[in-house]
Nanobody
Framework: QVQLVESGGGLVQAGGSLRLSCAAS????????MAWFRQAPGKEREFVAA????????DYADSVKGRFTISRDNSQNTVLLQMNSLKPEDTAVYYC??????????????????WGQGTQVTVSS
């Protein structure tokens, strides 16, 4: 049974930091690119960051470049999202997703095969 379980969300003041974690099971983790998406109330789910299967290539939405860092540990089947300098507009439910590709990580949500349940991140001003 495929599972992606996110953790690490919470309430933080603007300028603060959070680290999200996603634990994967039930599939060959090292054969998948991994990504984080987010969805704010009333908005579409949007791409945040992605990392290739080997962890050597990353991609970020312009809105988070220089503030967020995605990484993965294939020995632990986990993917992390370090979020610094958080802003109120970062408030959203954050989702972990897996895409079966050995190519460059993709940004379209329709490319992703598996999704987690999400974790809430709230940034107060």
């Amino acid at each position: 049974q495929v599972q992606l379980v996110e953790s690490g969300g919470g309430l933080v003041q603007a300028g603060g930091s959070l680290r999200l974690s996603c634990a994967a099971s039930g599939f060959t983790f090292s054969g998948y690119a991994m990504a984080w998406f987010r969805q704010a109330p009333g908005k579409e789910r949007e791409f945040v960051a992605a990392v290739s299967w080997a962890g050597t290539t990353t991609d970020y939405a312009d809105s988070v470049k220089g503030r967020f860092t995605i990484s993965r540990d294939n020995s632990q089947n986990t993917v992390l999202l370090q979020m610094n300098s958080l802003k109120p507009e970062d408030t959203a439910v954050y989702y972990c997703a897996a895409d079966r590709t050995f190519g460059r990580p993709r940004v379209g949500r329709e490319e992703y095969d598996y999704w987690g349940q999400g974790t809430q991140v709230t940034v107060s001003s």
